[in-house]
């Protein structure tokens, strides 16, 4: 199954489908050098983690359309592709760390990105 390498490579993907949110952290995160995919949904994110194994990092809303929300995303990342670096945010639903999945970050919306910066490469290190 998906193992990959930790994170070297500086490729995130921003899984959100409020359109000027996902819009302003792709663009932030490019000018920041990294390498951006973005998705809606759950299951499109997992079709670009199936096609994409250079993706180190998963920056996950909870609340989103389709089947799967971010929190069973994170879950199912965690599970598939162990050594991924994870953030699930949200501005509606409160998670406890029992909630999400082993060596998952949780951050409130609204969220600094430049903290989130500094802690996903901290994380990739």
């Known amino acids: 199954m998906g193992q990959r390498k930790p994170i070297a490579n500086k490729t995130i993907l921003i899984?959100?489908?409020?359109?000027i949110l996902r819009f302003d952290l792709v663009d932030f995160f490019e000018h920041a050098g990294w390498r951006v995919f973005e998705a809606t949904n759950a299951e499109s994110a997992i079709e670009l983690l199936d096609r994409h194994r250079?993706?180190?990092?998963?920056?996950?809303?909870?609340?989103?359309?389709?089947s799967m929300d971010g929190l069973a995303l994170a879950h199912h990342v965690r599970g598939r592709y162990p050594p991924t670096v994870l953030?699930?945010?949200?501005?509606?639903?409160?998670?406890?760390?029992?909630?999400?999945?082993?060596?998952?970050?949780?951050?409130?919306k609204p969220f600094d990105p430049?903290?989130?910066?500094?802690?996903?490469?901290?994380?990739?290190?």
């Not at 899984?15 to 359109?19: C, K, L, P, W």
């Not at 250079?54 to 389709?66: K, Y």
């Not at 953030?87 to 409130?108: I, K, Q, W």
């Open 54 to 66: 250079e993706i180190g990092a998963v920056l996950t809303d909870v609340n989103m359309p389709g």
């Open 114 to 125: 430049h903290r989130l910066l500094r802690e996903l490469e901290a994380a990739s290190l």
């Open 87 to 108: 953030f699930v945010v949200s501005g509606n639903v409160p998670l406890d760390s029992e909630d999400l999945p082993v060596r998952t970050a949780f951050m409130p």
């Open 15 to 19: 899984v959100e489908d409020e359109a």
